[in-house]
């Protein structure tokens, strides 16, 4: 690739190999890296083919910019976030990094923890029930009080706003424009949410400030993982700490290394 030479330390790859064969649980730490090699990259082409419009106008350059980007309409900013949401968790990922995963790990006891946002795992077989989204869900809205501690499902809504800016959806998922036409920066006023209990504007379930909610089920997963670790803590576990940068290191990379050290 591009000139340089890369190298698989094989002894690294055999040692992981033994390593997963004798442990009698599994602990997964997954980071946005592990989404960016299964191809869910946010700049460059995938950017560009999906947001050409919006960096024209706005003069942003990858899609987690653009979504801090102060929109000055709500349409315009459903517009973004409705093909945003609908590339990142309703379509597949192009490469199966996740279900070559899931292959390694499905016969053992294990568990994932996890800051993606993108449900991949959900989407590669994993079971749901072993599964802990630490900083939200693409795929849930709340309100941006917010007034209560609960979430809701985005799929159908979300769906319609891409579709009303002239993509289209086909079984496949593959979101397209059909010959010469440009999409519409904006969705109809319609279709943007409001909070069910007090009419202000939903928002993303995604952890940036403090209005993110920590609804019931997000609690229900932090309790399995705490009960995961409890039952496992005197047996041979291995933890697997997948792509995991420094933006928020406590939640996996300092836990797993201070689990493994005691």
């Not at 942003?60 to 459903?78: A, H, K, N």
């Not at 590339?87 to 800051?115: C, G, H, S, W």
Request: include cysteine.
């Amino acid at each position: 690739m591009s000139g340089k030479q890369f190298y698989i330390d094989n002894s690294n790859i055999e040692k992981l190999q033994y390593a997963l064969v004798q442990a009698e649980a599994v602990v997964i730490g997954a980071g946005a890296g592990l989404s960016a090699s299964a191809g869910f990259t946010y700049n460059g082409e995938r950017f560009h083919k999906y947001f050409g419009d919006f960096e024209k106008k706005y003069g942003f350059q990858d899609m987690y910019s653009g979504g801090f980007y102060p929109f000055r309409l709500l349409e315009e900013y459903w517009a973004y976030w409705s093909r945003y949401i609908y590339i990142n968790r309703y379509m597949d990922a192009p490469k199966p990094v996740y279900q070559e995963l899931f292959k390694l790990v499905k016969d053992k006891d294990y568990f994932v923890i996890t800051t993606n946002v993108d449900h991949c795992f959900q989407k590669a077989g994993f079971d749901k029930n072993r599964l802990f989204y630490t900083q939200g869900d693409y795929g849930l809205f709340q309100c941006s009080g917010p007034c209560h501690q609960i979430t809701y499902e985005n799929g159908d809504i979300v769906r319609k706003m891409v579709k009303s800016q002239g993509y289209v959806i086909n079984g496949n998922g593959i979101l397209g424009l059909p010959d010469g036409v440009t999409p519409e920066m904006v969705i109809p006023s319609g279709l943007v949410p409001y909070c069910p209990i007090c009419n202000k504007p939903m928002s993303m379930n995604l952890r940036a400030d403090d209005t993110f909610i920590e609804d019931e089920g997000w609690h229900q997963a932090s309790g399995r993982y705490a009960d995961f670790l409890d039952r496992h803590k005197h047996l041979n576990v291995l933890f697997l700490e997948l792509a995991v940068g420094f933006n928020t290191p406590a939640i996996i990379k300092y836990s797993f290394w201070r689990m493994v050290y005691e």
